[in-house]
């Protein structure tokens, strides 16, 4: 594993890559939370992760860690930079198992709405390396449709979980 660098929440408004997706949920705050929470979940909505681990006990909060495994053997280590039930949750990469991150931010807001909730979610990034960013900056354009697409597949997995809130 790479160190990456120790971001605080500052970073996911200041990272030299910043994308930004959102959805209107037909659940609750509480649900999406719970969807969020559930490390089972991911890998029905954000496909690109295989298995996410908690490496903390419940209940979990600001500093809990957990690993993310993700398509292309690609590891995570992550620790919790906010946890606000319902409303916020962030998260770094302490450790990934490329050297091309050099630091990565994660942070999903949840508002509730009548019928539901808003949520928008930010993956902020800067890459190790010449490669790495040029890779981004071609990427840009896929990466962005790929994250929306993710929101899109957790409103679904949400409405199948929840179906009587749809």
Not at 38 to 54: L, N, Q, R, Y
Request: hydrophobic share 40%; glycine share 8%.
């Amino acid at each position: 594993m790479q160190p990456c660098e120790q971001v605080g929440l500052e970073f996911i408004d200041t990272a030299p890559f910043r994308f930004v997706s959102t959805v209107d949920l037909p659940v609750s705050p509480e649900q999406v939370w719970e969807v969020l929470d559930d490390a089972e979940s991911w890998p029905h909505w954000a496909t690109a992760i295989t298995k996410v681990t908690w490496t903390s006990p419940q209940p979990h909060g600001v500093g809990a860690t957990r690993v993310v495994n993700m398509r292309g053997g690609i590891t995570g280590d992550e620790q919790y930079l906010a946890w606000d039930p319902f409303s916020h949750m962030a998260f770094r990469f302490n450790e990934a198992s490329t050297g091309s991150i050099a630091a990565f931010a994660e942070e999903y807001r949840i508002v509730q709405t009548p019928g539901g909730c808003h949520l928008t979610w930010v993956m902020a990034m800067k890459p190790n390396g010449v490669a790495a960013r040029l890779g981004m900056t071609v990427g840009r354009p896929v990466m962005s449709w790929l994250f929306q697409k993710f929101l899109y597949n957790l409103r679904d997995y949400s409405i199948k979980r929840y179906p009587a809130a749809a």
